[in-house]
């Protein structure tokens, strides 16, 4: 029995503890992946997706923790990053859509940054060929001009939404996070802003992703695609 034990610890288990001291701080402090199982962020990020988090966009932190060893930027606007829920400290990937000192207002799903309204310009349904058949039915798109950062959002008039809100000063070290489907994301109109600490990383690559409406089948054409 020692003797199982023994080849057991040489030949599974400190192998196993080996790999994991290597790869959990690292996907810690370095880079990360992060599975989208909702559809807050489409068109860009599709229910399914699996996409690459470079935690050392920002800065580097002592793994495991939010301890910042060293930092080299900061979220600029039009950023898709990974950040933790102020509301329940869920993890989130959201658009930043508002910088600290920013005045940020949305009136009838227009964004206004700073007394400027974001420029909007037609998305035809059929370059969503992505998206199931029932959204490009039903749904609006548009790309949104944040500031020279162009992406595509999504509205869907059946659902009730917060289409609007009043002006409001984004803090020091805060950060105003949205998700691309506007009328269909759990965001910073609901939980308020999203301090500095609680962003880990930027999304920034669709690694894989597969169907969930049909049997999860992998989604080829998105793999490897850079996110926008």
């Not at 400190?14 to 701080?25: H, S, Y």
């Amino acid at each position: 029995m020692k003797r199982f034990l023994l080849q057991l610890w040489r030949e599974w288990f400190r192998p196993f503890l080996v790999a994991a001291a290597i790869v959990l701080p690292f996907k810690s402090a370095i880079a990360d992946w992060n599975y989208v199982p909702s559809g807050s962020m489409k068109p860009t990020i599709l229910e399914g997706d699996l996409v690459y988090v470079n935690k050392l966009a920002y800065d580097l932190r002592v793994p495991f923790t939010f301890t910042r060893l060293a930092r080299w930027a900061d979220p600029a606007r039009g950023d898709i990053v990974v950040c933790f829920s102020p509301a329940d400290g869920t993890r989130l990937v959201k658009r930043v859509i508002g910088l600290p000192g920013d005045m940020v207002e949305l009136r009838n799903h227009r964004l206004f940054v700073n007394g400027a309204p974001a420029v909007y310009t037609y998305l035809d349904a059929n370059e969503m060929s992505h998206l199931p058949a029932a959204d490009r039915a039903a749904d609006f798109f548009a790309r949104e001009d944040l500031g020279g950062r162009v992406h595509a959002v999504m509205i869907d008039p059946r659902r009730p939404a917060l289409r609007s809100f009043a002006a409001a000063k984004v803090p020091a070290g805060s950060y105003l996070v949205m998700g691309d489907n506007r009328d269909n994301s759990f965001d910073s109109r609901f939980f308020g802003f999203v301090q500095r600490g609680q962003i880990i990383g930027k999304a920034v690559r669709v690694l894989g992703s597969v169907d969930l409406d049909h049997w999860a089948c992998p989604r080829f054409d998105r793999f490897g695609q850079a996110l926008e």
